[in-house]
T-cell receptor, first 112, second 113 residues
Framework: KAGVTQTPRYLIKTRGQQVTLSCSPI?????VSWYQQTPGQGLQFLFE???????NKGNFPGRFSGRQFSNSRSEMNVSTLELGDSALYLC???????????FGQGTRLTVV | GQQLNQSPQSMFIQEGEDVSMNCTSS?????WLWYKQDPGEGPVLLIA?????ELTSNGRLTAQFGITRKDSFLNISASIPSDVGIYFC?????????????FGQGTTLQVKP
């Protein structure tokens, strides 16, 4: 069974640009969550999608958004990038949400 | 908001030694998860705990869900060099049935051969 796949693995963007990250969950998993990991703040919850609906949202500005498609694949978008958005963005999938969560390898975003 | 305090922050041990790390929370969790993360990779799930008092093993790893539902510990027995990495505890919100995880700050483990 394939694991959680995130693309791309690495990304370099310029301040002010926007970026879209993609996540394909484990087959059969309906819940997809996104996390931001930085050395200073650690792992912080961005949002969770379940059956194409955002079920929970973390404390991030509106520049961070996401969506989930009918096949459970998810994308997250960050608009008007800031230097502080440089981080490892991780996607996790789980069967229903309140169960074991499995992470992808992450997308390393660098904003210059 | 909810916070998890994980300790110790780092450990430097000799190969073969046992390791213990723990997490405490200011609020109740329904689920405790323990992850290991290698540099540049995503966290890998080690152990999941679902019931207060539950003690679960996975090879040389043992974890327990505290009776109060506000704490958990992870033990690694007979450490080996490949145990090197960052270990995270994560709690799942006890008040809602969502996938949101609250993470501890991590314990960095270094093993000297």
């Amino acid at each position: 069974k394939a694991g959680v796949t995130q693309t791309p693995r690495y990304l370099i963007k310029t301040r002010g640009q926007q970026v879209t990250l993609s996540c394909s969950p484990i087959s059969g998993h309906r819940s997809v969550s996104w996390y931001q990991q930085t050395p200073g703040q650690g792992l912080q919850f961005l949002f969770e999608y379940f059956s194409e609906t955002q079920r929970n949202k973390g404390n991030f500005p509106g520049r961070f958004s996401g969506r989930q498609f009918s096949n459970s694949r998810s994308e997250m978008n960050v608009s008007t990038l800031e230097l502080g958005d440089s981080a490892l963005y991780l996607c996790a999938s789980s069967l229903l949400g309140a169960t074991e969560a499995f992470f992808g390898q992450g997308t390393r975003l660098t904003v210059v | 908001g909810q916070q998890l305090n994980q300790s110790p922050q780092s450990m430097f041990i000799q190969e073969g030694e046992d390791v213990s790390m723990n997490c405490t929370s200011s609020s109740i969790f329904n689920t405790w998860l323990w992850y290991k993360q290698d540099p540049g990779e995503g966290p890998v799930l080690l152990i999941a705990l679902y019931k207060a008092g539950e003690l679960t093993s996975n090879g040389r790893l043992t974890a327990q869900f505290g009776i109060t539902r506000k704490d958990s510990f992870l033990n690694i027995s007979a450490s080996i060099p490949s145990d090197v990495g960052i270990y995270f505890c994560a709690g799942q919100d006890g008040s809602s049935n969502t996938g949101k995880l609250i993470f501890g700050q991590g314990t960095t483990l270094q093993v000297k051969p």
